[in-house]
């Protein structure tokens, strides 16, 4: 089956609504531009096409069964990309600034962006605890998105200061997501943020075979009731020595 094809099977079969031929050839040229750079630089572990599709893009896309994205959205540690540009080519109303303190991977982002032809995209090179402090960037947005390995109560302080009052900020998680929530209550209450709900699912490249491979994933939807307090976020020498 051709790439086009069995991308939409896999998003089909793990609940993703369908997209046109257009966005699906874009996801496949960007999977295409990050296996290239990634003979020259470490991007991802997952090469595989199928297995990019399940962890990379049904993952990414996957908040897209639970709401629709609208407004602005800030990706706070996009990394390769992700969540970030899969959003970006599926949302095209919708106004996306990545953020990375890598400034090769920035770089790609660039490239791969004019690649495409997104016009819905900033990028920023910075470290998510300075642009906080940015007061352009700060309260500023609908949504914050962030698939970073980082513990709960760490992202909360990254990420919720980009959030307005009354946005939310989608934490992409795995299977312990409850685990986190329980010990990120500190964190979330000096933000008056609080956890609305959560949405568990199990990613697959075919959700009705039980022989294949399945991941469980969770994604947390946390609203922010106030403004950022002043003095957050801190340095992430504080965060370490100090976590909320």
């Known amino acids: 089956m051709e790439e086009t094809g069995l991308l939409k099977q896999i998003l089909l ?3 993703i609504p ?43 896309l996957s908040v897209l069964k639970i709401l629709n994205l609208s407004g602005s959205c800030v990706d706070v540690g996009t990394g390769a990309g992700f969540p970030g540009i899969p959003l970006a080519i599926c949302c ?7 953020l990375d303190s890598l400034r090769k991977r920035v ?37 914050a998105v962030s698939r970073a390995v980082s513990g709960l109560s760490t992202l909360v302080e990254y990420v919720l200061p980009f959030v307005k009052t009354s946005g939310t900020f989608i934490a992409y998680k795995g299977p312990s997501a409850a685990t986190e929530i329980a010990t990120s209550s500190n964190a979330l209450k000096v933000f008056s943020a609080r956890v609305d709900h959560f949405h568990s699912f199990e990613l697959s490249p075919d959700p009705s075979d039980e022989s294949l491979e399945k991941s469980v994933r969770t994604l947390l939807f946390i609203t922010k009731d106030k403004p950022t307090p002043k003095g957050y976020p801190r340095s992430a020498a504080k965060m370490s020595k100090n976590p909320l």
Do not use: C
């Open 18 to 60: 369908s997209f046109g031929d257009d966005i699906l050839s874009r996801l496949v040229s960007f999977y295409h531009l990050v296996v290239e750079k990634n003979k020259v630089m470490n991007l991802t572990a997952i090469t595989d096409f199928q297995d990019f599709a399940v962890k990379h893009f049904a993952d990414s």
């Open 92 to 98: 095209p109303d919708v106004s996306f600034t990545l």
């Open 13 to 15: 079969a793990n609940g």
């Open 107 to 143: 770089d790609f982002l660039s490239e791969a962006v004019s690649e495409l032809g997104l016009k819905n995209v900033t990028l920023m090179h910075t470290r998510a605890e300075d642009a906080g402090n940015n007061a352009r960037l700060r309260d500023s947005f609908d949504f």
